[in-house]
């Protein structure tokens, strides 16, 4: 699921999900196992976004040093395009994060869906 091989229990961490609709959804967190978790309907706290478009997979994730530090690079990344954002979870994203050198990426590159809209 990621590159890293321990997230630091309470380090806060930016996410993407892609969902089984082939949309993107962006978060933050200190539990990426717990939160996907709940993305997947495995608890009751699932984001109204995430819901009904189950199962989610994570496709990026970096860290943040703190909660507001997270929620900028979230608010950022929200504002990005589709492609952007692709490219971002493919770790050739020519928007870098200017608190990290480089982006954490998971290890696997994923194309749009075929019925879908870049845009």
Same mark, same amino acid.
């Given at each position: 699921? !990621?590159?890293? +091989? +321990? @997230?630091?229990?309470? #380090? ?7 969902? *089984?609709?082939?949309?993107? $959804? @962006?978060g933050? &967190? +200190? %539990? ?7 993305? %997947?309907?495995? &608890?009751?706290?699932?984001?109204? $976004?995430?819901? !009904? ?20 690079? /979230? ?5 990005? #395009?589709r492609?952007?954002? =692709?490219? =971002?979870?493919? #770790? *050739?994203? /020519? ?6 050198? /480089?982006? +954490?990426?998971?290890? !696997? ?11």
């Amino acid at each position: 699921m !990621s590159n890293q +091989t +321990t @997230t630091e229990k309470n #380090s806060w961490q930016v996410y993407i999900l892609r969902c *089984v609709d082939g949309s993107l $959804y @962006t978060g933050i &967190t +200190t %539990n990426l196992a717990r939160r996907l978790q709940e993305h %997947n309907g495995q &608890t009751h706290c699932a984001a109204r $976004y995430t819901r !009904s478009r189950q199962p989610v997979e994570l496709v990026y994730h970096e860290p943040a040093c703190d909660r507001t530090a997270a929620a900028k690079r /979230e608010y950022r990344i929200k504002q990005l #395009s589709r492609p952007q954002k =692709l490219a =971002l979870a493919n #770790s *050739v994203c /020519e928007i870098p994060n200017p608190a990290h050198d /480089e982006p +954490t990426a998971c290890n !696997s590159t994923w194309e749009l869906a075929p019925d879908r809209d870049p845009a």
